[in-house]
């Protein structure tokens, strides 16, 4: 079977992609250190998989450990690195850390890569690199620009040290993909998001807010040039984000010669806060209090996805639609019992 690294694999994302990988044959190996995540998660997987997936704890910005990981698991063929901090707004309050740990985690495993010469990698971007697009839906060819904080910058970063990396390396092939807002969570609740603390993205909230932990949720401003005047997200289910990343793999395997290739990865809808807030209240069929508050700062207005390169090279398309992804959602907050 073929091994595939999956650091932050006890992640969001990366957990669903541990599952669907295993799915396709291949053999995931879990690098984490739980640092924002919880060994509940390795349960979960193993719930799913009928199996427990091989799993180290360690951090994989670690390079000794890194390497001691890699000289054990032997064989590898590809990596798909998750691993990083996504809060924005801690971004902002912590950039010297967010450098440090997204662009030096990204950095050891490329070396470590080339020294060993494993031939895949797949990297987790974000929409954020497009900052506001000029015009919509946002192609990949559109320009980068301001990404509005330093987690952004950060994305931007590492994605031209994989270009980099490739340009030095031509037997690496490599794949950046962008997410836009993924939400949801496996359907059999096992598995899901797990924020720390007060959390900072919508569905998380807005499922905290219908469990009746949080009081109310606050709108970001409804004075946007949008339908409803909240702001436009494309969000797509995770499990089919999960999916695009075998894919990925896949596709990288069937190519000749050096490769890397950025895809987006939306459902190409895009839905606003209140479109999300009452489709997650009538599917789950339960109350969302809320109110409207003042504009975050630093939030685009609206971004949504062209998918046309990743349907017309990848032959990839999303199954699961907003409803599915908010009951999924609702789900997982339940199966949690708080
Ligand atoms: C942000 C980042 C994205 C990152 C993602 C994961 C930017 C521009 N976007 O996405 O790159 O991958 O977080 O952490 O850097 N909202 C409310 N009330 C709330 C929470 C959110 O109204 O309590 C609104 C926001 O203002 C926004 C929408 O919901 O309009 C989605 O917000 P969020 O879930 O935080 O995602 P993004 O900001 O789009």
């Not at 180290?56 to 698991?73: F, G, K, P």
């Not at 998750?82 to 971004?91: H, I, L, N």
């Not at 969570?185 to 949080?214: C, D, K, M, Y």
């Amino acid at each position: 079977m073929k091994k595939i690294i999956v650091t932050g694999g006890a992640g969001f994302i990366g957990s669903h992609t541990v599952v669907e990988l295993t799915s396709a044959g291949y053999e995931p190996v879990i690098v984490d250190d739980l640092r924002n995540s919880e060994a509940r998660m390795i349960d979960g997987l193993t719930a799913i998989l009928g199996v427990r997936p091989r799993f180290h704890r360690i951090d994989c910005a670690d390079e000794a450990a890194m390497r001691s990981v890699l000289n054990t698991e032997g064989d590898v063929h590809g990596v798909i690195h998750f691993a990083a901090y996504k809060a924005v707004g801690e971004s902002v309050a912590e950039p010297a850390m967010y450098y440090r740990n997204n662009i030096g985690s990204l950095a050891v495993l490329l070396a470590l890569m080339n020294e060993r010469a494993i031939p895949h990698l797949v990297f987790s971007s974000s929409c954020t690199v497009y900052g506001q697009p000029t015009s919509l839906p946002v192609n990949e060819a559109a320009p980068d620009r301001n990404a509005s904080s330093p987690y952004g910058y950060t994305k931007v970063v590492c994605e031209q040290l994989v270009r980099d990396q490739c340009a030095a390396t031509p037997e690496l092939k490599a794949v950046l993909l962008r997410y836009f807002n993924p939400i949801g969570a496996h359907p059999s609740a096992r598995i899901g998001e797990l924020p720390r603390g007060v959390p900072g993205n919508l569905v998380p909230f807005v499922t905290q807010t219908a469990a009746g932990l949080r009081g109310k949720l606050r709108v970001n401003g409804n004075d946007y040039a949008t339908s409803d005047g909240t702001c436009v997200r494309d969000y797509i289910h995770v499990m089919d984000l999960a999916r695009a990343h075998v894919v990925a793999l896949g596709w990288m395997e069937q190519r000749t010669g050096s490769t890397c290739e950025v895809f987006n990865l939306g459902t190409g809808r895009g839905n606003t806060v209140m479109e999300v807030v009452n489709t997650f209240a009538e599917v789950n069929a339960v109350d969302v209090p809320y109110e409207i508050g003042p504009r975050r700062a630093g939030d685009v207005e609206a971004v949504y996805a062209d998918t046309t390169k990743s349907r017309e090279v990848l032959g990839w398309t999303c199954d699961h639609d907003l409803r599915d992804a908010l009951r999924d959602a609702w789900n997982w907050q339940r199966s949690l019992g708080n």
